[in-house]
């Protein structure tokens, strides 16, 4: 398969058709938490997409060059979550090193970002040997490897942005309005979920 | 009332992880699909949750506190791995349908909230009373949802055919915000009224000048 549309299928389906929110459900607990002013859940999504791709990049090289060859896999989850952790806590001093305003405006998310699922999700996602599995189109197999792991890190961690600051964008309108009691926050933000989950169910149609 | 009572009912009602706190949202949408798998989900949460607040409790004395979050999610990670080789020998059933949602239980916060706010700080037997009931609610409250789920999307109730209809919608993922925030609201509304009924009977009680009611009253 020709590599331009191997990068498309992972883009469509990483973005849209197989949207990290709204179709996989990973990483709700940000969406529905920090996703009540745009700005903020840019700024989320932004830390997300970051942390995806460093994490990928220490975990699929660890797990296929070091983790196999040693029969270690089932220590794979406990080997990517201190990963991650450790990850998370050295962008957290780096960032507050070079760029205090950056910092500010992002740091407060950078903690929770260890235990979203999106993360741990993203790396262990990308150990399947078939990239069609993931990427949901069936067809011909296109085999896994760094850089195709890198490109549906930074997709997801871009679909996962998307739906952030479209929630923000809704949320910011629909907090003002008169709403019976029972349904203020969660479950109104749940119902705003579901109609964005319709409307990104029209992408699963694509076929590339 | 009892503390025994009392932790339990806060973690299977009044501290619902799924319905009041809403935590853990990611494995109770996607596995609500259908009943039988999200009571699996379920227990498998329960299990997890049991060992790492035991554990955890344990250890409270001897973690030092600048570095508890690692030395937590180790703990739960290293569960999490046990339960993954038990279900891939023993239920492979189960260990095929929860796919990614199996190593997530590891970042599932509820079971992290729940070593950060209850075992750190509590004796081994209410840390594991705390982790059963913990993990019962969750467990309750996502079969509602996938029975609910189930029986709307495909017609049937854990697995057995019961009426001949099918609205794709409900097994879809718009179907599992649907319903997860439907249940939410009608919770916080029953919640609401009990609490309400509470402290009207309580009222009720304080305005009769008997010393003995009142003391019961405060007892409760």
Redesign the interface.
């Known amino acids: 398969m020709n590599i331009f549309t191997v990068i498309l299928m992972i883009f469509v389906a990483a973005v849209f058709s197989q949207n990290f929110i709204l179709v996989k459900f990973l990483g709700i607990c940000p969406f529905l938490g920090v996703s009540k002013k745009t700005g903020n859940a840019l700024s989320m999504g932004v830390a997300v997409t970051l942390v995806m791709i460093l994490a990928t990049l220490v975990t699929y090289p660890l797990y296929t060059y070091v983790m196999v060859p040693l029969e270690i896999e089932y220590l794979e989850i406990i080997f990517f979550i201190f990963i991650i952790a450790a990850l998370v806590q050295i962008l957290e001093k780096v960032i507050e090193k070079l760029s205090p305003a950056l910092y500010k405006t992002m740091g407060i998310y950078l903690p929770l970002i260890t235990t979203n699922c999106a993360i741990l999700g993203v790396a262990e996602l990308v150990l399947t040997p078939d990239l069609a599995a993931i990427v949901g189109t069936a067809g011909a197999e296109v085999g896994m490897n760094l850089g195709f792991a890198l490109l549906y890190a930074l997709f997801a961690g871009i679909g996962f942005t998307v739906a952030m600051v479209l929630m923000g964008g809704v949320r910011e309108k629909v907090d003002t309005l008169p709403i019976a009691k029972c349904m203020k926050g969660f479950p109104i933000t749940m119902i705003i979920a579901c109609f964005m989950a319709m409307a990104f169910y029209v992408f699963t149609l694509i076929v590339i | 009332m009892n503390k025994y009572a009392k932790i339990s009912l806060d973690g299977l009602i009044f501290n619902n992880p799924t319905f009041k706190l ?2 853990g ?2 494995a109770t ?2 596995m609500s699909t259908a009943a039988l798998n999200s009571f699996g989900m379920g227990l498998s949460v329960t299990v997890v949750l049991l060992l790492s607040n035991v554990i955890i409790s344990l250890l409270r004395k001897v973690i030092p506190n600048t570095v508890r ?2 030395a937590f ?2 703990v739960i ?2 569960m ?2 046990i339960l ?2 038990v279900l891939e020998k023993y239920i492979p059933s189960l260990y095929d349908s929860m796919g ?1 949602f199996l ?2 239980i ?4 509820i079971i ?1 909230g729940r070593a950060e706010a209850f075992a750190s700080k509590h004796p081994v037997l209410d840390s594991a009373i705390d982790g059963v009931a913990t993990g019962l609610g969750f467990t309750c409250a996502i079969t509602i949802i996938g029975i609910i789920r189930e029986f709307l999307g495909s017609g049937s109730f854990f697995g057995i055919k019961v009426m001949d209809f099918k609205m794709s919608f409900f097994t ?7 319903v ?3 249940c ?3 919770f ?2 029953i919640i ?1 009224q009990v609490e309400k009924s509470r402290r009207a009977k309580k009222a009720r009680l304080l305005r009769v000048p008997v010393v003995e009611q009142m003391s019961e009253d405060k007892e409760a």
Request: proline share 5%.
């Open positions: 809403v935590l949202t990611c949408l996607s979050i690692p999610i180790v990670a290293t999490v791995t993954r080789m990614v190593p997530l590891v970042v599932n916060c992290l879809n993922s718009a179907g599992a915000f649907f997860y925030g439907i939410i609201a009608l916080v509304l609401d």
